[in-house]
């Protein structure tokens, strides 16, 4: 599987949520579960709702009770999307584990998930900007603004698509070595985040 397929799940999991529209919705998952199409469509997923949990916290009059659980959410988010980029890199560790590594192999400066992660964002911001482009009530300046935007948008999916696929073929040939650091987020684990601990 190419990097484009990647993107056209990320693609196809964007345009099906905005049927619904909903952070509320609980679509489900069309892939196998366990399958990689599933963990690509499901961090698409989180990453879409999560999006839009963000545009729900931004007015300057939301209510302050409603920003703090909207904020708690988006920490969950922000776990489960860390989580689930872990599970990829999994997946792409199993890919490549009988690799020989050659002696002058180098490390990539992020692993194969972080920079789908990226790509999975990538989906997001050019379906939005699609839709800034396409609408009629606004000024010239701001569709020109918009238009170039989403033109560069679609240059960074060339050239992203381009550079994972390279990296996953450099992985396979052993001209590359994938290794593995977790995140080790302490800011909601009540064990590390001394203001958590501290409340006990």
Known sequence: MKANEYFDI?????????KVD?????????????SFDYLLWQKS??????????DLIRPDDVDPVEALRLKRWIDRSNQNRTDLVERIDDYFMQQFAQVQPLADAKI???????????LSILALKIYHFGIEVNRTEVS??????????????????????????SL?????????????YRQMKMYNDPALNPMLYGKK
């Open 45 to 54: 997923f989180i990453d879409t709702v999560q999006w839009h949990l963000e």
């Open 168 to 180: 996953l073929d450099d992985l396979a040939a052993g001209r590359r070595v994938m290794k593995l």
């Open 108 to 118: 990539n400066t992020e692993t194969p998930a972080w920079a789908v992660d990226r």
């Open 22 to 34: 909903s952070v509320d919705a609980d679509t489900a998952n069309p892939f196998a579960e366990g």
């Open 10 to 18: 990320f693609s196809q999991q964007v345009a099906d949520y905005h």
């Open 140 to 165: 010239a300046e701001h569709h020109e603004k918009c238009l170039q935007k989403y033109h560069t948008l679609l240059e960074q999916q060339r050239d992203l698509t381009q550079a994972i696929d």
